[in-house]
């Protein structure tokens, strides 16, 4: 049975202060997860030492990175390693996403170096995928995210993609003032989890988590959570409030 998951993503917001605020605001009316369903919130790097001792009493809840480095250690000014990462308790990190590929042009070969710091150091990876809007327009999304999954990931064992969540960011729908359907969530999903199936067996592709991550909110996520192959979300905006986050959690929870 795969794990369902909510993951915060916080990105470049809130300061510190406020940042305690939203997790004491979560943990106070956290329902009980389960090792099946399980949060995941991810701060900025300054929050990860604060946040982490918020966290030390609370079962299934994890500390999440937004990003590593390429390299394990030296003299890369503004980077943090994975093993820095894992030393201040992260378990999750997210890599790959649309905003580092388009706003700081992460190659797939830097993703393939950042996923295997951070599986070489037992951290769970979030490994994001998903199409522009000209790809979308061109019905080329099914070629276009299997590229992306089979560039990152096919090079790993199949007991490394035990540690391996996929998240799946339809970036036509972010933004845009278009919204991608229920329908189109699933579609992508049942597609991805396919070529996972195709390359590493059915017992490795059954077994992955894979999460929305288009905009997905409190108003939208129990549709969503419903969809056979949607295994919980990787959220933006919503994880920035108390009362979205946690009615997103409790979709999770009777999915």
Known sequence: M?????????????????GKTLVDGILGNLPMLTKQKQVVIAPSFVH??????????????????????????????GEVAASILASVGVQYIIIGHSERREYFK????????????????NLQVIFCCGEPLVIRDANEQNTYVGKQIEAA???????????VVIAYEPIW??????????????????HIRRVIVNK??????????????G???????IELFACEDVDGGL???????????????????FA
């Open 215 to 221: 905009s997905c909110n409190d108003k939208n996520a």
């Open 48 to 77: 990860l030492s604060q946040t982490v001792v918020q966290l030390d009493e609370y079962e299934h809840i994890y500390l999440g990175a937004q990003n590593c480095a390429t390299e394990a250690s030296g003299a890369f000014t």
């Open 153 to 163: 990931l096919f090079h790993l064992s199949n007991e490394q993609m035990k540690n």
């Open 106 to 121: 992460e190659s797939n070969e830097a993703l393939v170096k950042k996923i295997n710091q951070a599986l070489a150091n």
């Open 173 to 190: 729908a972010i933004g845009t003032g278009r919204t991608a359907s229920t329908e189109q969530a699933q579609e992508m999903h049942a």
């Open 235 to 253: 959220i933006g905006g919503a994880a920035l409030k108390v009362d979205a986050f946690l009615a997103i959690i409790n979709a999770m929870m």
């Open 200 to 213: 590493f067996g059915e017992a490795v592709g059954a077994n992955i988590s894979i999460l929305y991550g």
């Open 2 to 18: 795969r794990k369902k998951i909510v993951a915060a993503n916080w990105k470049m917001n809130l300061n510190l202060e406020e």
